[in-house]
């Protein structure tokens, strides 16, 4: 049995092994050949997808080689054929997410249609589970850009269909934080605006409804200059007048996933090239496999936590035989998961009908609790937010083993085994680097890697980047990244910068002002003194703004002190976004006085300056 998934990273298993397929540029030719499946794909089409018109001089020769490469890796249960100037690919007996995606939706949808309100849930719910983030992740930019936006745009059709069912089954309580978060994600989006609206309406929460209807008409006006629809307005004054028939319906059908007998398996996929961390896998490994083990992987973003968890996660899972449950909690977003929904989610995973959930998160905490403590389970908790998120997560004294991934740094855990990850070593960047581009020239990749200290996530774009146009050159990509860091470190959905801003978004004024200025005026290491200097703050304030900056890794201490005072260092990614902040938000005269500062301190500390 033969199993495409395209609905996240393009994966291929083969009778239940997974295929290491290579590079961005044969995951795009094989996407290209699914989505246009007994269909041909014309070699026009390949060069559009792989290139975009800056067409190496190889091109047909290099399409001829990643057809060859998945004709003898996808093996006799898939026909790959040369058709009137193009290929062909039959698949008969194959199993693709998309196509079990839009079964379940068209089923979904027809049934929503007939009010068979209970089989469209759970029609739609099963094509929402088919989604392991945003589509065709490995393929290049051009291929993304082509069909991102209409496979999303499907989703969210679904998405929309599936919410509208579970209002009309009266499950409002369940939906309504979906509902908030839908909102959050697409915030023109005025149907979601309204089941939205109907959803907190419903339980109880009036001012929140109304709150989303004005939310959305400022939106609208800023963005498009237009008011919302009619229906979204007389939507908002059936609100106001408190309307009977908004209420839910009399009758409330909760549709509850069935017990399974076959113990959940959760887990994402590990990156098939993951690279290095050998003593961090080895430390997570004898944590977790005693069972009743907690371990937290803290860093920057982009260090590579949630691949090393998920690669530790799949090494040890044979050690926990009830199940391996996977929850993204979120937490470097603006909308994190609540504990509530984080217990009910892993609940259901159990088997727990809805039925069965109490409402109160002290009770779902103990009902969790006993779950595990009679079950061999392993929990990975990707991207928490803060210790408050997950404290009552954590069962503790149990069989159960929790691996958790976070920006911040989660001191405040008791019993928890703490992972700090920073950039790769120097041969593990350049390995990388080597398997994902296959271009190798040692003097210039190491200026390359060091520009971005060996952030594995920059790697991992770099690396796809010169894979993607082979006739780039990494001395190339070397002056490129100079000029237009956070430029070149985008590629789909993989964006430094964004990961960047999402850490510098979630710290305080005082905090991002402080990493604005030390970013400009400091060079790397730099004292708790010289900050206070530049900062015009005393020391000890001083002190607590740097440790807030180290708690979400945009600051490190570097081990190392002058006299009593530490010192600091600002990774060089971080420093280059926070200087272009500190050019767009700190007026001329401020950061003429910080740089003064500091001048004139350095005079104070150093007389022969």
């Not at 939310?215 to 106001?240: M, N």
């Not at 979120?330 to 998961?337: L, N, R, V």
């Not at 010169?466 to 430029?487: K, M, S």
Request: with cysteine; proline share 5%; glycine share 6%.
């Amino acid at each position: 049995m033969i199993r495409f998934q395209l609905l996240g990273p393009i994966e291929v298993t083969r009778n239940g092994q997974r295929l290491a397929l290579g590079g961005s540029k044969i995951q795009t030719v094989l996407a290209t050949l699914l989505l246009s499946r007994n269909r041909v794909v014309s070699d026009s089409t390949f060069s559009e997808m792989l290139w975009r018109g800056e067409l190496p001089s190889t091109s047909n020769a290099q399409i001829q080689t990643y057809v060859s490469r998945l004709r003898s890796q996808l093996g006799p249960q898939v026909e790959l054929v040369r058709q009137r100037g193009g290929y062909l690919l039959r698949a008969p007996e194959a199993w693709v997410d998309l196509d079990e995606f839009r079964a379940h939706s068209a089923t979904g949808h027809a049934a929503l249609e007939a009010e068979r309100h209970t089989d469209a849930v759970t029609a739609l719910r099963s094509a929402q589970a088919l989604w392991r983030g945003h589509a065709l992740v490995g393929a290049t930019e051009y291929l993304t850009e082509v069909e991102q936006p209409r496979l999303e745009e499907a989703r969210l059709a679904a998405s929309e269909a599936l919410m509208t069912a579970e209002l009309a089954c009266g499950n409002h309580h369940r939906v309504v934080s979906e509902l908030t978060a839908m909102v959050s994600r697409h915030p023109l989006r005025e149907n979601v605006r309204g089941l939205s609206m109907l959803a907190l309406y419903r339980c109880g929460r009036q001012a929140e409804a109304l709150a989303t209807f004005d939310a959305c008409r400022r939106h609208l006006a800023e963005e498009l200059g237009i008011d919302p629809r009619d229906e979204l307005k007389a939507l908002r004054q059936a609100i106001l007048e408190q309307d009977p028939t908004l209420a839910a319906p009399a009758v409330i059908i909760e549709v509850t996933g069935r017990p399974s007998s076959q113990p959940p398996a959760q887990l994402p996929p590990a990156p098939s090239d993951f690279t290095g961390r050998t003593s961090e896998l080895q430390e997570l490994d004898a944590v977790l496999r005693p069972g009743g083990g907690t371990a937290a992987v803290v860093g920057l973003a982009g260090t590579g936590k949630t691949a090393l968890a998920l690669r530790v996660a799949h090494a040890v899972r044979d050690e926990f035989p009830d199940g391996q449950l996977y929850l993204d909690l979120a937490g470097s977003t603006t909308d994190p998961m609540e504990p509530t929904t984080a217990f009910a989610t892993l609940l259901r995973l159990l088997g727990v009908l809805d039925a069965e959930l109490p409402s109160e998160v002290a009770e779902l905490a103990r009902l969790f609790r006993q779950f595990a403590a009679e079950r061999r389970l392993l929990v990975v908790l990707d991207d928490v937010a803060d210790e408050s998120q997950v404290r009552a997560l954590l069962p503790g004294g149990t069989r159960t083993s929790v691996l958790m991934t976070s920006r911040r740094r989660l001191t405040a855990l008791e019993g928890t085994t703490w992972i700090g990850l920073r950039g790769f070593t120097s041969a593990e960047a350049e390995s990388l680097l080597q398997a994902l581009s296959g271009q190798v020239d040692p003097v210039t990749t190491r200026k390359l890697l060091a520009a971005t200290d060996r952030l594995p996530l920059a790697v991992r774009v770099l690396g796809a980047r010169l894979a993607a146009n082979p006739d780039l050159t990494v001395r190339q990509v070397t002056a490129r990244l100079t000029d237009e860091p956070f430029g070149q470190l985008r590629l789909g959905d993989l964006d430094v910068g964004a990961r960047i801003e999402a850490s510098y978004a979630g710290l305080s004024p005082d905090r991002r002002r402080a990493l604005r200025l030390l970013s400009l005026g400091l060079a790397d290491p730099f004292s708790v003194w010289q900050a206070a200097v530049l900062l015009n703050a005393s020391l000890v304030s001083a002190h607590e703004l740097l440790n807030g900056l180290a708690d979400r890794h945009l600051a490190e201490l570097t081990g190392d002190r002058t006299g009593r005072l530490d010192l600091y260092s600002i990774h060089p990614l971080v420093r280059a976004y926070a200087r272009d902040r500190a050019f767009a938000e700190d007026p001329p005269h401020e950061r003429s006085a910080a740089l003064e500062r500091i001048h004139q301190g350095s005079r104070l500390w150093n007389p022969a300056a």
